[in-house]
């Protein structure tokens, strides 16, 4: 269909806008990043025209396939359904800037509404012309008019026998292992979170500087990303520490000697790790103060790519607001919303690391609490499992040797099981943990565990 062809021309504005869905079209084909911010919104039937709407479903169906899409791919799968001619029109449309697209997006969504509401005009009136109780027939109305109201979502509402049922083929799925929580690797911290970390919850892990956030979240990271896709966002360290400490952990080299390997590196460890790391789904990025806008179309194209089924953020205090003339307060409940709504919308666990406070946790031998998480309250709300972790010897050096490797995983707030401690050991030459072998060590008593390998 040419852009400027009278049956183009005679069609309403407000019904079809062929211009507008021509260069959405242009732009998500010549600007492909641009597809992971719109896709969870705009759908084939937001385009009237039944040429663009078909070049825009190969389009997500070739996004979907991870293979990227180009003009003579779309050119190529779509003969004999649209006019090669049109598919090279649309893509040469408008190729200068993406800029426009969420303008555009918001255009086809609202031309679409109108559609539908001029098609709910009939409807209305062959409802006033029918034989029955008014008081019916404008029952009927209102149902359609609330339909078109919310046409950009289904209905969520389910009755309670309906979601019995739904819980009863749950639980079958549970009962045979084809649904069970992911794994850390940790068996403690499995234990008490029921088998593992689920889909569609925020995970936060604070503590106070140098008490080994980080390195807690790289061990459990590592170790997931051998049965599960892992993205990592360090927006604290660059990709060059990120790589030093996957060295180290996979390795079990020091991290002393892999920053200095003249003073005796042992090269056959380093190589051990580079194949261990074959195996791995470990995905990093180390762009530095996201919002998360940027956090949520990160995810989204990683997930489309490679998949994704757990996202660590390193860490919540260096990610951005949107509005940064806000309060901080505000910016970092709208950033734990934001990550809490991106664990549910794409299915995956998000572990965020947060800082505590100075004050509360200065005390000797005092563990973190829930009171002491920085900046907002919000993180409380939003998380489904928060925990802390202590090491006592760095707040008390004269506890002795029995402590030196010691670290305590407080999970203080678990939604949908028990909170309770765990006890891990920290290897602080590899920056990674292992669980603890034993009892917690006392004052004065006993030796150090040695973990296990």
């Known amino acids: 269909m040419k852009f400027d062809s009278p049956e183009v021309l005679a069609t309403p504005h407000q019904f079809c806008n062929a211009h507008i869905e021509a260069s959405a079209l242009s732009i998500?084909?010549?600007?492909?990043?641009?597809?992971?911010?719109?896709?969870?919104?705009?759908?084939?039937?937001?385009?009237?025209?039944?040429?663009h709407r078909a070049i825009y479903a190969e389009l997500c169906r070739q996004m979907a396939a991870g293979k990227g899409c180009d003009?003579?791919?779309?050119?190529?799968?779509?003969?004999?359904?649209?006019e090669s001619v049109d598919v090279l029109q649309v893509g040469g449309y408008n190729d200068h800037s993406a800029r426009g697209i969420a303008r555009h997006v918001q255009t086809l969504i609202d031309t679409f509404?109108?559609?539908?509401?001029?098609?709910?005009?009939?409807?209305?009136?062959?409802?006033?012309?029918?034989?029955?109780?008014?008081?019916?027939?404008?029952?009927?109305?209102?149902?359609?008019?609330?339909?078109?109201?919310?046409?950009?979502?289904?209905?969520?509402?389910?009755?309670?026998?309906?979601?019995?049922?739904?819980?009863?083929?749950?639980?079958?799925?549970?009962?045979?292992?084809?649904?069970?929580?992911?794994a850390t690797g940790l068996h403690d911290l499995d234990e008490i979170l029921d088998g593992g970390i689920c889909r569609g919850n925020l995970v936060v892990i604070g503590a106070r500087p140098a008490m080994g956030k980080t390195a807690l979240a790289m061990t459990v990271g590592l170790r997931?990303?051998?049965?599960?896709?892992?993205?990592?966002?360090?927006?604290?360290?660059?990709?060059?520490?990120?790589?030093?400490?996957?060295?180290?952990?996979?390795?079990?080299?020091?991290?002393?000697?892999?920053?200095?390997?003249?003073?005796?590196?042992?090269?056959?460890?380093?190589?051990?790790?580079?194949?261990?790391?074959?195996?791995?789904?470990?995905?990093?990025?180390?762009?530095?103060g996201l919002n998360i806008l940027q956090v949520r179309s990160k995810a989204r194209a990683l997930k489309r790519r490679h998949g994704l089924d757990v996202l660590v953020v390193d860490?919540?205090?260096?990610?951005?607001?949107?509005?940064?003339?806000?309060?901080?307060?505000?910016?970092?409940?709208?950033?734990?919303?934001?990550?809490?709504?991106?664990?549910?919308?794409?299915?995956?666990?998000?572990?965020?690391?947060?800082?505590?406070?100075?004050?509360?946790?200065?005390?000797?031998?005092?563990?973190?609490?829930?009171?002491?998480?920085?900046?907002?309250?919000?993180?409380?709300?939003?998380?489904?499992?928060?925990?802390?972790?202590?090491r006592p010897i760095e707040a008390q050096p004269e506890l002795g040797e029995n402590f030196r490797n010691y670290a305590l995983l407080r999970v203080a707030k678990n939604r949908q099981g028990r909170t309770g401690d765990v006890n891990l050991f920290y290897h602080g030459q590899f920056t990674s943990f292992e669980s603890w072998a034993g009892a917690a060590p006392q004052k004065g008593v006993g030796q150090p565990s040695k973990g296990f390998e």
């Open 71 to 82: 003009l003579m791919s779309l050119v190529g799968a779509l003969d004999g359904v649209v």
């Open 315 to 390: 860490y919540i205090g260096l990610m951005s607001g949107l509005d940064s003339k806000q309060p901080r307060a505000y910016q970092i409940e709208e950033i734990s919303r934001g990550l809490k709504g991106l664990a549910k919308d794409l299915d995956i666990a998000v572990i965020c690391l947060a800082q505590v406070n100075r004050g509360g946790v200065e005390r000797v031998g005092q563990v973190p609490g829930l009171q002491d998480l920085r900046d907002s309250g919000a993180i409380e709300q939003d998380a489904d499992v928060v925990a802390f972790i202590h």
């Open 113 to 182: 509404k109108a559609r539908q509401l001029h098609g709910l005009s009939y409807t209305m009136s062959e409802l006033a012309f029918e034989v029955g109780p008014v008081q019916d027939r404008i029952d009927r109305a209102q149902a359609e008019v609330a339909k078109l109201d919310d046409v950009e979502q289904s209905d969520d509402w389910v009755d309670a026998h309906t979601a019995a049922i739904k819980h009863l083929d749950l639980l079958e799925q549970r009962q045979d292992g084809n649904l069970k929580g992911m």
């Open 224 to 288: 997931m990303a051998q049965d599960y896709s892992i993205g990592f966002l360090s927006m604290e360290m660059p990709h060059s520490d990120v790589r030093d400490r996957q060295a180290a952990i996979l390795s079990r080299a020091s991290i002393g000697m892999i920053k200095r390997p003249h003073k005796g590196l042992e090269y056959d460890r380093i190589v051990d790790g580079v194949e261990k790391a074959k195996t791995l789904r470990w995905n990093v990025s180390d762009k530095s």
């Open 28 to 51: 998500l084909i010549n600007f492909p990043a641009a597809f992971d911010d719109v896709s969870d919104r705009l759908r084939p039937e937001h385009f009237a025209n039944d040429a």
